[in-house]
């Protein structure tokens, strides 16, 4: 490539990423020429500014039309923006809790706790631009690696340890697979390009090659499924969560969840979207593999909301938690009506505030406790009652209330799995899994509910826990923004759909 070439392409589509690359690096060369026995907050507040100034450059990016760079490996497009802002938003929060996360096996080298939260940024925001397999790749394994190191920080912590092993031996298996069921995506079409992959899957007439783009479509979908902790690779996440630092497992909840169904959406849906399907009835190759991906859903929701009723510690609550709301978010895939993509972007957005905005709260209590276990909620009302009410105006969204963004998320779900059965014919799996959809939901109840119990009605277990339990100011911050769009959405919901149709021109 000569340099006329290069300076040529539209650098400034990637406004965004290359303010995180400079961020990073900074960070990075700031912590190498620190004394070690200086506080390295000032590091969060520096990733911070850059990630704001992320941000500014990306809203200016919004209207402005889709164009690609990079011989079409990077693609800008409105899909990628809205996503974005979620990754964005999410880290700068989870940046305000890792400057407040004091544990007493204290993390050694605390700079790289920040810039590695960056690096995985970057790779998230890549996937959601990439529009070839390489670049695709190259940005999952970034975010990968990076978070592989962020699970094991706490290097004097023997369960944080095994969470990083767990984490990095399940993530080399799923990446075998992505890179199998990629390297058959290849053979088939020729091409890595995932727009020329839709094109040329859409022509293929021979069964034997549409068998085969059903299974490099399973292959693929199994390697991704590890990332966003779908049963049967779902085993990773409790040990994860429980043992990486708090702001990690946040970030791991919510960012590195969101850029998994990304992904999904922008490689399957564009690549096997057109493909024919593999009987006559079927309208195309995603209709075709929609039964395994329906009980795919199904399992995943009953054993992520069944195997949550008999967890203890707190942090393997919510990892299993998080597994039945993957589970939910798998809906949408299967009935693919007019609201599918709005309805994902929305729960992911809701999942977001109340995630994050819980887990800031678990990691205030939990230190202060010394202890992941439930009962290290017991009567935090009487402790810190603004800090208990918060935590249950979280728990009531992710139980699904009505007045709570977690209620609309979940009602855009199901209203947008039943629309089909009027505008296409009569879908009895739609019903089912609709149905079992809220019987789970029915089933978190007692788990969320449960916490909400030892908060409010049970007295303290520990006769030392501290009389009193405050939030700093950072994490102060995170909760209250985090109840705010929580409630805002719940009754408000057009003030972010609004935003989601205006920046994709809808």
């Known amino acids: 490539m000569d340099l006329e070439t290069l300076l040529s392409f539209k650098w400034g589509l990637m406004a965004p990423e290359f303010t995180?690359?400079?961020?990073?690096?900074?960070?990075?060369?700031?912590?190498?020429?620190m004394d070690n026995k200086k506080s390295r907050n000032i590091l969060g507040w520096i990733g911070i500014a850059g990630i704001v100034i992320a941000l500014v450059f990306l809203t200016g990016q919004i209207g402005q039309e889709p164009a690609d760079i990079l011989f079409g490996t990077y693609i800008f497009d409105p899909f990628a923006v809205v996503f974005k802002f979620i990754f964005l938003v999410g880290t700068a929060f989870v940046f305000l809790l890792a400057m407040n996360y004091n544990p007493e096996d204290k993390i050694r080298h605390r700079g790289e706790f920040f810039y590695l939260f960056m690096t995985a940024l970057?790779?998230?925001?890549?996937?959601?631009?990439?529009?070839?397999?390489?670049?695709?790749f190259i940005g999952l394994e970034l975010l990968s690696i990076s978070s592989y190191i962020l699970a094991g920080m706490r290097k004097d912590n023997l369960q944080s340890n095994e969470a990083a092993m767990k984490y990095i031996i399940n993530g080399a298996i799923s990446t075998a697979?992505?890179?199998?069921?990629?390297?058959?995506?290849?053979?088939?079409?020729?091409?890595?390009?995932?727009?020329?992959?839709?094109?040329?899957?859409?022509?293929?007439?021979?069964?034997?090659?549409?068998?085969?783009?059903?299974?490099?479509?399973?292959?693929?979908?199994v390697g991704l499924s590890f990332k966003i902790a779908v049963v049967p690779y779902q085993m990773w996440a409790p040990d994860v969560y429980q043992g990486s630092p708090t702001p990690v497992t946040a970030f791991l909840s919510v960012v590195s969840k969101t850029a998994g169904f990304v992904i999904i959406i922008r490689l399957f849906l564009t690549a096997f979207h057109s493909a024919p399907g593999l009987n006559a009835d079927d309208y195309n190759l995603l209709w075709s593999i929609k039964p395994l991906l329906g009980v795919i859903a199904v399992l995943t929701m009953i054993v992520g909301n069944t195997i949550a009723l008999r967890q203890k510690n707190i942090k393997r609550l919510f990892a299993y938690s998080s597994i039945a709301h993957a589970g939910y978010l798998l809906v949408p895939f299967l009935s693919l009506s007019p609201l599918w993509l709005e309805g994902i972007w929305f729960y992911l957005v809701a999942y977001l505030l109340m995630n994050l905005?819980?887990?800031a709260i678990l990691q205030v209590v939990t230190v202060k406790m010394g202890s992941d276990d439930i009962s290290s909620f017991s009567g935090?009302?009487?402790?810190a009652p603004i800090a208990a009410v918060m935590m249950a105006i979280f728990l009531l969204s992710l139980a699904g209330i009505p007045g709570t963004a977690g209620f609309i998320g979940k009602l855009n779900i199901f209203i947008g799995a039943l629309g089909p059965i009027t505008a296409m014919g009569p879908f009895p799996g739609h019903i089912v899994l609709v149905s079992i959809m809220m019987a789970t939901t029915v089933i978190s109840y007692f788990y969320y509910f449960g916490v909400m119990k030892q908060m409010f009605m049970v007295a303290p277990v520990d006769e030392n826990a501290p009389a009193k339990i405050t939030l700093p100011n950072g994490v102060m911050v995170v909760v209250a923004l985090c109840v705010i769009g929580t409630i805002l959405f719940g009754i408000a919901p057009n003030l972010a759909l609004d935003f989601f149709y205006s920046v994709m021109g809808m």
């Open 177 to 221: 697979f992505i890179l199998f069921g990629f390297s058959y995506i290849y053979g088939i079409t020729g091409t890595t390009n995932i727009f020329e992959i839709g094109m040329r899957t859409a022509n293929l007439a021979s069964s034997d090659l549409l068998n085969l783009a059903a299974l490099a479509f399973i292959i693929s979908f």
């Open 122 to 136: 970057l790779g998230a925001m890549f996937m959601a631009s990439s529009a070839d397999l390489i670049t695709l």
């Open 380 to 383: 935090l009302y009487k402790r």
């Open 20 to 33: 995180i690359v400079i961020t990073a690096t900074l960070l990075s060369l700031i912590d190498l020429f």
């Open 357 to 359: 905005g819980m887990f």
